[in-house]
């Protein structure tokens, strides 16, 4: 640049070295600042969690160290068998078409209960397994509609003090063992660790899938809280594994090829309406060359139908129609003999292949919904057809039960992150940490528990480590976590997809084991602690207890909420004696409500 004479301008070096200074002094100013932020986040972020979490109707506490005990009120009496998401004072708000009222409708948050589910009047601890699986104590589920109306069908029958289940059933009358021999007999997989897992939608009072355990086979009982009055809490509490359900609007909680064999003994499921999509859900979760077994309406309609108060050519045309439903979406007449028929579904792709054609009916799903999607997600009057890639899922491709256990399942790749070696890590970790958990709680692998929750597993490992011990896992897979549950289930194990935001689909007082691992520090930022933790309570059983392996930002606060749940609770280390991870052993006291007498 020059000045006006023309003569070259020569800059002042000072002028601009102070600007320069300044300028660089802001900016690592600046980045340390925003340095601290990013680096304190996660603190701050759990710490607000946790705030929130201990956010009380009698006070709130500011920083972990400082949380105030509180204490929860009792609920009122009518309470004891409160299920909130499928509570019948509800249900008139919700159609009745499908019985759509039946299936998961949770309450607002501002009519989400504060208060401590009470046992009913003369609860007792429950009779411990295997004597279980034939009696429990009458006032732990009073209900008495059930046994007049289902006693003829010698479902269970009241003796005393106690309800006693004589293993009958509508298509049973001469008892589960003789129908599941006859079963077996049909179905020759079902002898040779083939066969490990099953569902039975219309459990009724579960006494098939409890006959099934003795053989081996691990079954979900599947009912919705309806006019039969409590079978899935008949079934927990004679610890057999169920859960509350119904095939209605929506998908089951269960990825797509999960299980091994699906049962309905006259489950009333009217399989060929409305498209048939109840049928076509069932083959969803079936695994290719898994088997459908049924009994009752139509099957044997030439000597039953006198007793079904129809006519005989009314049930022809419901069998005709219900097999032409099934071979249409590549199922195969199996066997069939007397009251039962079994249907396999194919795992040839062949038959697939016909489905593109748009004239058949039902048509491939090409909707873009996942397979394995299953929370809240509407059925489709389509077929999911099995990925041909996916050579190891078919039934007969699997290790047998119980090799299968221990063997990394091909679907593990599916998981980011996943493959055999992770796979074998995590079985190993959960080994170590169910061999620890013993030590801590004795209880752990006795008659003293039975039924058992891992609230957020990954591939089931812990439950694969006590599988051995005389109790079972229902393994649960958060609904926002990675889909890991058909890796449980190709393992040979049980599970359910939820959401820790909501009830569980269960009774008060199934569990005698909740178990937890981290789920707080993965779920905080949507689930407030407090309505977790009061839902843990809800589905515990008094004198039942739970493992809380957590940070340790959490644990203290978790230990003084429980308090005000008249839960007590001590904190130790675990195995690897590491200190930001620690380990709650808890357990909750038997009280009885003060409108009792």
């Given at each position: 640049?020059?000045?006006?004479?023309g003569k070259p301008?020569?800059?002042?070096?000072s002028?601009?070295k102070v600007?320069?200074?300044?300028?660089?002094?802001?900016l690592?100013?600046?980045s340390?600042?925003?340095?601290?932020?990013?680096?304190?986040e996660?603190?701050r972020?759990?710490?607000?969690a946790?705030?929130?979490?201990?956010?009380?109707?009698?006070?709130?506490?500011?920083?972990p160290?400082?949380?105030k005990?509180?204490s929860?009120?009792?609920c009122?009496?009518?309470?004891?068998?409160?299920?909130p998401?499928?509570?019948?004072?509800?249900?008139?708000?919700?159609?009745r078409?499908?019985?759509?009222f039946?299936?998961?409708?949770?309450p607002p948050s501002?009519?989400?209960?504060?208060?401590?589910?009470?046992?009913?009047?003369?609860?007792?601890?429950?009779?411990?397994?295997?004597?279980?699986?034939?009696?429990?104590?009458?006032r732990?589920v009073?209900?008495?509609?059930?046994?007049?109306?289902?006693?003829?069908q010698?479902?269970?029958k009241k003796?005393?003090?106690k309800f006693?289940?004589?293993?009958?059933?509508?298509?049973?009358?001469?008892?589960?063992?003789?129908?599941?021999?006859?079963?077996?007999?049909?179905?020759?997989?079902?002898?040779d660790?083939?066969?490990?897992?099953?569902i039975?939608t219309?459990?009724?009072?579960?006494?098939w899938?409890?006959?099934?355990?003795?053989?081996?086979?691990?079954?979900?009982?599947?009912?919705?809280?309806?006019n039969?009055?409590?079978?899935?809490q008949?079934?927990?509490?004679?610890?057999?594994?169920?859960?509350?359900?119904?095939?209605?609007?929506?998908?089951?909680p269960?990825p797509?090829?999960?299980?091994d064999m699906?049962?309905?003994?006259?489950?009333?499921?009217p399989?060929?309406?409305f498209?048939?999509?109840?049928?076509?859900e069932?083959?969803?979760?079936l695994?290719?060359?898994g088997?459908?077994?049924?009994?009752?309406?139509?099957v044997?309609?030439?000597?039953?139908?006198?007793?079904?108060?129809?006519?005989?050519?009314?049930?022809?045309?419901?069998?005709?129609?219900?097999?032409?439903?099934?071979?249409?979406?590549?199922?195969?007449?199996?066997?069939?003999?007397?009251?039962?028929?079994?249907?396999?579904?194919?795992?040839?792709?062949?038959?697939?292949?016909?489905?593109?054609n748009?004239?058949?009916?039902?048509?491939?799903?090409?909707?873009?919904?996942e397979?394995?999607?299953?929370?809240?997600t509407?059925?489709r009057?389509?077929?999911?057809?099995?990925?041909?890639?996916?050579?190891?899922?078919?039934l007969?491709?699997l290790?047998?039960?119980?090799?299968?256990?221990h063997a990394?399942?091909?679907?593990?790749?599916?998981?980011?992150?996943?493959?055999?070696g992770?796979?074998?890590?995590?079985?190993?970790?959960?080994?170590?940490?169910?061999?620890?958990?013993?030590?801590?709680?004795?209880?752990?692998?006795?008659?003293?528990?039975?039924?058992?929750?891992d609230?957020?597993?990954?591939?089931g490992g812990?439950?694969a480590?006590?599988?051995?011990?005389?109790?079972?896992?229902?393994?649960?897979?958060?609904?926002?976590?990675?889909?890991?549950?058909?890796?449980v289930?190709?393992?040979?194990?049980?599970?359910?997809?939820?959401?820790?935001?909501?009830?569980?689909?269960?009774y008060?007082?199934?569990?005698?084991?909740?178990?937890?691992?981290?789920?707080?520090?993965?779920e905080?930022?949507?689930?407030?602690m407090?309505?977790?933790?009061?839902?843990?309570?809800?589905?515990?059983?008094?004198?039942?207890y739970?493992?809380?392996r957590e940070?340790?930002y959490f644990?203290?606060?978790?230990?003084?909420?429980?308090?005000?749940?008249?839960?007590?609770?001590?904190?130790?280390?675990t195995?690897?004696?590491?200190?930001?991870?620690?380990?709650?052993?808890?357990?909750k006291?038997?009280?009885y409500?003060?409108q009792?007498?």
């Open positions: 640049m020059k000045h006006k004479d301008h020569q800059s002042d070096k002028s601009w600007p320069v200074a300044l300028t660089v002094v802001v690592c100013g600046l340390f600042y925003l340095g601290g932020i990013f680096c304190s996660r603190e972020y759990v710490a607000e946790v705030n929130k979490a201990v956010n009380t109707p009698t006070g709130t506490a500011t920083v160290g400082q949380i005990a509180v929860f009120p009792e009122s009496a009518e309470y004891q068998d409160y299920t998401c499928t509570d019948p004072k509800r249900w008139h708000k919700y159609g078409h499908r019985l759509a039946l299936e998961r409708h949770c501002f009519e989400r209960q504060e208060c401590l589910v009470p046992p009913p009047d003369g609860y007792k601890s429950p009779i411990r397994w295997p004597k279980s699986k034939n009696e429990c104590w009458y732990n009073p209900y008495d509609w059930i046994n007049k109306q289902k006693s003829n010698h479902w269970l003796e005393g003090e006693l289940f004589p293993g009958g059933g509508t298509m049973f009358p001469n008892g589960v063992g003789a129908y599941v021999d006859l079963m077996q007999d049909l179905i020759p997989q079902m002898k660790g083939t066969i490990r897992t099953a039975d219309g459990c009724g009072v579960a006494s899938g409890g006959d099934l355990l003795d053989r081996g086979i691990l079954t979900v009982s599947l009912a919705p809280r309806d039969h009055q409590a079978q899935v008949f079934a927990l509490e004679r610890g057999i594994p169920a859960i509350l359900g119904i095939i209605s609007t929506q998908r089951l269960f797509s090829n999960s299980f699906a049962h309905c003994s006259r489950c009333l499921i399989w060929t309406e498209g048939g999509v109840y049928l076509l069932v083959h969803r979760i695994r290719p060359g088997f459908w077994v049924l009994s009752g309406p139509p044997n309609y030439q000597r039953r139908w006198r007793g079904w108060n129809t006519t005989i050519e009314e049930q022809k045309s419901d069998y005709d129609k219900l097999q032409e439903l099934l071979t249409s979406m590549c199922f195969k007449l199996f066997n069939k003999k007397d009251d039962i028929a079994v249907w396999q579904k194919l795992s040839d792709n062949s038959c697939y292949k016909k489905l593109d748009p004239e058949n009916y039902p048509s491939k799903c090409d909707d873009g919904t397979p394995d999607s299953a929370w809240y509407p059925l009057p389509c077929v999911v057809v099995p990925n041909p890639a996916a050579k190891k899922v078919k007969e491709a290790p047998k039960w119980p090799e299968r256990l990394a399942p091909e679907r593990v790749s599916d998981v980011r992150g996943g493959n055999a992770s796979f074998k890590h995590d079985d190993g970790k959960w080994k170590a940490r169910a061999k620890h958990y013993k030590k801590l709680l004795p209880a752990l692998g006795t008659d003293k528990i039975r039924n058992v929750m609230m957020n597993t990954l591939y812990f439950a480590a006590v599988v051995d011990d005389p109790l079972w896992v229902m393994n649960v897979v958060s609904s926002y976590a990675p889909n890991t549950l058909s890796v289930y190709d393992r040979g194990l049980i599970g359910t997809i939820h959401d820790w935001c909501e009830a569980f689909s269960t008060p007082r199934t569990y005698d084991l909740l178990h937890l691992d981290g789920l707080f520090s993965a905080s930022h949507r689930c407030e407090k309505y977790v933790l009061l839902e843990m309570d809800r589905i515990l059983r008094p004198n039942g739970a493992i809380i940070s340790s644990v203290d606060a978790i230990a003084t909420m429980v308090k005000g749940m008249r839960w007590s609770c001590r904190k130790e280390e195995e690897y004696g590491v200190e930001k991870e620690k380990i709650l052993i808890c357990q006291k038997l009280w409500s003060k009792n007498s």
